[in-house]
């Protein structure tokens, strides 16, 4: 019960962001919940040298939210099943490789990457807690109400999990105080992964320069419009632009060259 209501947010906040008909958004639900099965039945039974052999449940993931919204956006559907099916081509090569590339995802980048999930996915929470997007009683008292109350419900008795097997019949205002605390959850989960690194110059650059193009893209998407149609499906979801600012700035910028971080360095020695 504590992986459903994760399985089934990313298809209804995809679904409810492309405007997908009841039946479509529903199909989603069932083919994630579907694929989540047969995943796990892989990954814990194992099937010849495919599967984990450990016990695990397998599910969906925030970060093909902002992917999957861009994609969406130009070409529906099919263009979200097509890219699907070609990521998982390179997954697979890439699973070859997790030792040497583990160390291009240190946990600056990492927590960095979650935080942006996090942040950049409560506006649609804020939405649903409104009553809809272009709903005509959007932020009426009643909704905020509504929203509200099913927080401080969830807060209290602390029985969130539960909640999944009812959120695909929630109203958007119920659904809407469900998914703040939701997302705002995996945020804190972002900044409780870098809490223990130490946040030195060139830590505190890939935070800050990740989170401020994240962000940045989230909120003013327009500032991408004159770039390559290429170009603007990468970068048009703040969570992917974020992630590659990350990954590169996490490359770029050795200890060695930040002068603080030098200085740092050199005191410890001494």
């Known amino acids: 019960m504590a992986a459903f209501g994760g399985i089934v947010a990313v298809p209804l906040v995809v679904g ?76 697979i090569i890439l699973s070859r490789f997790i030792k040497p590339l583990r160390r291009f995802f240190p946990p600056i980048v990492t927590g960095t990457v979650v935080m942006l999930i996090g942040l950049t996915l409560l506006p649609v929470s804020i939405d649903w807690a409104a009553g809809g997007y272009g709903a005509a009683d959007y932020g009426s008292l009643t909704n905020v109400a509504v929203s509200v109350s099913v927080m401080v419900v969830i807060m209290l ?34 900044i409780k992964t870098i809490k223990n690194i130490p946040l030195n110059n060139r830590n505190m650059l890939i935070l800050a320069i990740s989170l401020g193009i994240g962000l940045g893209v989230t909120v003013r998407p327009d500032f991408l419009k004159h770039l390559p149609s290429m170009l603007k499906s990468l970068f048009s979801s703040g969570i992917s632009a974020g992630t590659i600012t990350a990954l590169l700035l996490n490359i770029v910028l050795k200890e060695e060259y930040i002068e603080g971080d030098v200085v740092e360095k050199q005191k410890t020695a001494n």
């Open 157 to 190: 008795l602390g029985i969130f999990p539960k909640f999944g097997a009812l959120i695909a019949i929630m109203p958007n205002p119920v659904l809407g105080g469900a998914g703040i605390i939701m997302f705002g959850m995996v945020a804190a989960a972002g």
């Open 16 to 91: 409810g962001v492309l405007g997908l008909p009841v039946n479509d958004l529903a199909f989603l639900v069932s083919a994630s919940l579907f694929a989540a099965g047969i995943a796990t039945f892989i990954q814990a039974r194992g099937i010849g040298k495919v599967g984990a052999r450990v016990a695990c449940v397998m599910g969906t993931d925030f970060t093909f939210v902002g992917p999957s919204i861009a994609v969406g956006t130009t070409m529906g559907l099919p263009g979200i099943f097509g890219a699907t099916i070609l990521g998982s081509f390179i997954e």
